[in-house]
């Protein structure tokens, strides 16, 4: 009996995303149990709840087939956040989320790490659409959020964060990403 | 990268040990829900969710994790073993629970012996204990039939558990 985890190793100019690996639960720990930078994606109040999400993302990508990668500092080969596909018990649907550590923002790290996950989601997964889960006030990520081209669809109450905002992403073929070899979208449609 | 985790499919006389699936979460979130779950955590459905999948995440981070317990004779769902290394566990720790109407038969305690030898010989753990609340009586008796014994020095995961120690295979040859 196998429980196959297939964790891809993605890359863009500057990062990997990799697979969530035991010495990257201190800096999301960090993060994690931190009221004011935790806020907007969901805080946890100790070191012990902050384990489990951490074993939980694991978790999540052997029954679901994906969730977050550790984004790593190509340069420094440094975990600096953490961007995926996220959907656990609850959740609408699938989601694209993004979290960049303390001193790492400002950089375009999570547009350009929540971008390639949006890409492997389509490309590999197949999925046909994706959404982004903003808490109301969370400037930041919604002005990330608009510049993936996700726009507001509506507002409903998520079990983890209460009142949540849904953006939605373009699809597949809106980012040119469902063409076949020969240039032709949707081909067998 | 694929990695391909292998949990090992383990045989008793009337039961077997395999990899959770994921429809099973049912059957795990009505447990835990439930006033059965009063010695172990009563959590809501998506609390629940995110200690199944934590669970599951340890075969990948430490090569141990939960078996789901299944019977020969019909494939009934009949419970869960359980060898954790949460971070607030001072030690690994193997648990059990069974699900209603499979209670009173021995399941829990051939799964278990299964699951704990497996840990001990295959896995090769140095240790093995089970935290216990005080009023768990059922499970304060499987762990002395198991052979435990109460280790009254180690600490628990919170201050009131009971830990109880689970003797080598050398040792309980020569107990």
């Known amino acids: ?189 | 990268m694929t990695r391909t985790v292998q949990i090992p499919r383990l045989e008793t006389a009337r039961l077997i040990l395999r990899a959770p699936r994921v429809e099973e979460f049912e059957a795990y979130c009505t447990l835990v829900a439930s006033d059965r779950a009063a010695h172990m955590f009563q959590l809501d459905r998506p609390a629940a969710w995110k200690e199944f999948a934590a669970e599951l995440g340890h075969w990948p981070l430490f090569g141990f994790g939960p078996w789901h317990v299944e019977r020969r004779e019909d494939g009934a769902l009949v419970g869960a073993v359980s060898i954790l290394n949460h971070d607030t566990y001072p030690e690994t720790e193997i648990g059990w629970h069974l699900y209603e109407g499979f209670e009173g038969q021995g399941y829990a305690f051939e799964a278990a012996t299964a699951a704990r030898d497996w840990a001990f010989t295959e896995r090769g753990l140095p240790t093995l204990v089970s935290y216990i609340s005080p009023g768990n009586t059922r499970s304060i008796a499987l762990a002395e039939r198991l052979g435990a014994t109460l280790d009254r020095d180690a600490r628990g995961e919170d201050a009131t558990d009971l830990v109880y120690r689970h003797a080598r295979p050398a040792e309980r040859a020569a107990q």
């Not at chain 1, 649907?93 to 389509?122: L, M, Q």
């Not at chain 1, 046909?128 to 919604?142: A, K, Q, W």
């Open chain 1, 1 to 189: 009996m196998t429980l196959a985890l297939h964790i891809p190793r993605l890359e863009t100019p500057r990062l990997i995303l990799r697979a969530p690996e035991p010495a990257d639960f201190e800096p999301l720990c960090a993060f994690l149990t931190d009221p004011v930078r935790a806020w907007g994606f969901g805080v946890e109040k100790d070191r012990p709840t902050a384990w489990r999400w951490f074993a939980a993302n694991i978790g999540h990508w052997a029954l679901r087939g994906y969730g977050y990668f550790t984004i790593e500092l190509k340069e420094t080969g440094t975990p600096c956040g953490i961007s995926g596909i996220w959907e656990p018990e609850g959740w609408p649907e699938p989601e694209v989320g993004w979290v960049v550590y303390d001193g790492y923002e400002g950089k375009g790290i999570a547009y350009e790490a929540a971008t390639r996950a949006r890409e492997w989601a389509y490309t590999d997964l197949g999925l046909t659409t994706l959404t982004s889960n903003i808490v109301p006030g969370n400037d930041r990520s919604v002005a990330l959020a608009e510049r993936m081209g996700a726009t507001y669809e509506r507002t409903y109450h998520n079990p983890n964060m209460g009142e949540d905002m849904l953006y939605r992403h373009p699809s597949p073929s809106a980012l040119g990403l469902d063409t076949d070899s020969d240039g032709s979208p949707e081909a067998y449609a």
